[in-house]
């Protein structure tokens, strides 16, 4: 049903004013309910008072009121006829002709307003500054007058020693009342202490005040870039605003950063950074850090060309995560996983350290003498492994039972202190017997079966001396790969270590497998926030502060005299 609504307002000069609105539905709704098509906003109607419908013509239907006033009938519903209104409560309804294009039409009007008696609005008129015998002006300055005293001169008073001091003291308004805000958690044990920061009245903070407790802040360039030429004028308090909130004082935006860093080279020619403005549009590749040496060298990664490090470590990624499992001595196939090297720290943004003992060793084992003891030699240092074979042998040489003596020798017999009437000439048999096979295992150990696997192994000596010692080629391979980068793993959690160090297909240890500043892209966005992306500040990824490189030499803490005289007030 079409029903066109066309509310009358009785105005001044006995005109009437109309507001006219097309409602379409199966059924009106008329009463208090703002929901109605038609709404009756009076004390004196029901919420659902009733509804209009269209049965070959309008029909009026009464609600939950129950029976009500209608043309002064008792009735459930009635046909509204055109100049037949109908009184429902302190409302009149009417129907009119039916424009083109309706099903009908509806005037509503309010023919009987509601009366207040005149106490009531005695009760409800607005009061004035007139009605109380004030005019402006004079209730302008009282109320400027009362916020001074108030709000300044008594919260002055102890900050400027003014005249009434000792008054202001006693006063429940002191200087808190221009504290615009809590301060971040560190800085609430000095919260009360104003002048701990705030050193001058009306005055800034100054960087003096912050590095008496932040002595030790590392500074953003090495000295060589002269810092305090660098940064001049520029204050603590551009990047860390207090009284904001309690959990942090940083900026979120990257203004302060990309001031200097979109030309990095007109503010610091001897920066070694390229220019940056944006992670999202404006972002230089990442640099790696390559391992040489006691040192490390910086990598920028390029498009299509893979980095590699000279590790001296045998291990292919590939090999370890085959879908079919790697062999091992005790359990069988066994299928690998990232998580079954990579345990996480206890922080859980980074790893431990892998280690020969708690992730390699239970594949690839250092025995010496499996069919005789389940002894392994030590990994570390080569000469210490040697050592410890021969110990073994000369031992079993001297010690051994037959059964032990000649599944490690391969000849019959039992060690020499077993035997009766043992001579010097056998003993010394028997001690070269174990120096041989101590040497053949050895060799065996670092050059066949197990060193050699993962590890560049070379003889210190010539081949043909009578006790060979081998070298192992250090392992070097970086800590932090980014160490200009923070980032951490647990926030990374949701994701997979394949989604960014594709490792799979890697048949070398050195090869190098960081993700690229395209994989991070895929998820992160710049400063500015973008639909689908995380927004990425400089801040998220990189610190202000490098720890490596000290604040200010030449900075000097107060005297203890004047920062007693500080905590005391």
């Given at each position: 049903m079409k029903l066109l609504i066309v509310q009358r307002t009785p105005r001044g000069g006995g005109r009437t004013a109309q507001a006219k609105k097309t409602v379409t539905a199966e059924w009106i709704r008329v009463g208090r309910n703002s929901s109605c098509e038609i709404h009756l906003p009076d004390p004196r109607i029901a919420l659902e008072q009733g509804m209009i419908v269209n049965r070959s013509g309008l029909v009026y239907i009464e609600g939950e009121a129950g029976s009500q006033d209608i043309t002064r009938k008792s009735v459930r519903s009635v046909r509204m006829k055109p100049g037949e209104p109908l009184d429902?409560?302190?409302?009149?309804?009417?129907?009119?002709?039916?424009?083109?294009?309706?099903?009908g039409a509806v005037a509503v009007e309010l023919a009987h307003p509601l009366e207040i008696a005149p106490d009531l609005r005695s009760r409800t008129e607005r009061k004035t500054l007139a009605s109380l015998g004030l005019s402006k002006r004079s209730a302008a300055w009282a109320g400027a007058i009362a916020i001074?005293?108030?709000?300044?001169?008594?919260?002055?008073?102890?900050?400027?020693?003014?005249?009434?001091?000792?008054?202001?003291?006693?006063?429940?308004?002191?200087?808190?009342?221009?504290?615009?805000g809590h301060v971040i958690l560190a800085h609430q044990p000095i919260e009360n202490q104003c002048s701990a920061c705030h050193?001058?009245?009306?005055?800034h903070v100054k960087n003096g005040a912050c590095l008496q407790c932040h002595a030790k802040v590392a500074s953003h360039v090495a000295p060589d870039m002269k810092p305090a030429a660098l940064f001049a004028g520029t204050r603590c308090t551009s990047c860390h605003t207090e009284h904001k909130g309690v959990k942090t004082t940083h900026r979120d935006d990257d203004k302060f950063c990309v001031d200097c860093h979109r030309d990095i080279g007109a503010k610091a020619p001897g920066a070694g950074?390229?220019?940056?403005?944006?992670?999202?549009?404006?972002?230089?590749?990442?640099?790696?850090?390559i391992a040489e040496g006691g040192a490390t060298r910086r990598v920028r990664q390029e498009a299509r060309v893979p980095i590699t490090q000279r590790s001296h470590l045998k291990f292919p990624h590939g090999v370890h995560l085959d879908?079919?499992?790697?062999?091992?001595?005790?359990?069988?196939?066994?299928?690998?996983?990232?998580?079954?090297?990579?345990?996480p720290d206890a922080s859980r943004r980074?790893?431990?350290?892998?280690?020969?003992?708690?992730?390699?060793?239970?594949?690839?084992r250092l025995e010496i003498e499996p069919a005789v003891t389940t002894r392994e030699a030590p990994h570390g240092k080569p000469a210490d492994a040697v050592a410890m074979i021969e110990e073994f042998y000369a031992t079993l040489a001297l010690k051994g039972v037959p059964d032990s003596f000649q599944k490690a020798f391969g000849v019959p017999g039992e060690g020499l202190l077993r035997r009766v009437g043992a001579t010097e000439v056998e003993r010394q048999d028997a001690l070269r017997l174990a120096t041989r096979k101590a040497h053949q295992v050895a060799t065996d150990l670092f050059e066949v079966r197990v060193c050699k696997t993962c590890h560049e192994v070379s003889r210190d000596a010539p081949a043909e001396a009578s006790a060979p010692s081998w070298k192992i080629a250090p392992v070097r391979t970086a800590n932090r790969w980014m160490p200009a980068a923070r980032f951490d793993h647990r926030s990374h959690a949701q994701s997979k270590c394949a989604d960014c160090h594709d490792v799979a297909r890697s048949k070398s240890g050195d090869d190098v497998a960081m993700p690229a500043i395209e994989s991070c892209r895929e998820?992160?966005?710049?400063?500015?926030?973008?639909?689908?992306k995380v927004t990425s500040n400089c801040l998220l990824c990189h610190d202000f502060h490098q720890s490596s490189h000290p604040w200010d030499p030449a900075f000097k803490p107060r005297a203890p005299e004047r920062r007693a005289a500080t905590e005391a007030r």
């Open positions: 429902i409560g302190p409302y009149r309804l009417e129907a009119l002709p039916a424009p083109d294009g309706y099903d001074l005293v108030l709000y300044f001169a008594i919260p002055a008073a102890r900050v400027l020693d003014l005249p009434w001091r000792q008054e202001a003291a006693s006063a429940p308004i002191g200087d808190r009342a221009w504290n615009p050193e001058v009245a009306f005055q950074s390229m220019n940056v403005a944006d992670f999202a549009a404006a972002h230089p590749a990442f640099r790696i850090a879908a079919k499992g790697v062999k091992s001595p005790s359990k069988g196939r066994v299928k690998l996983e990232c998580a079954s090297c990579h345990k980074m790893f431990e350290p892998i280690s020969m003992a708690k992730h390699c060793q239970e594949c690839h998820c992160h966005g710049g400063s500015q926030p973008r639909s689908g």
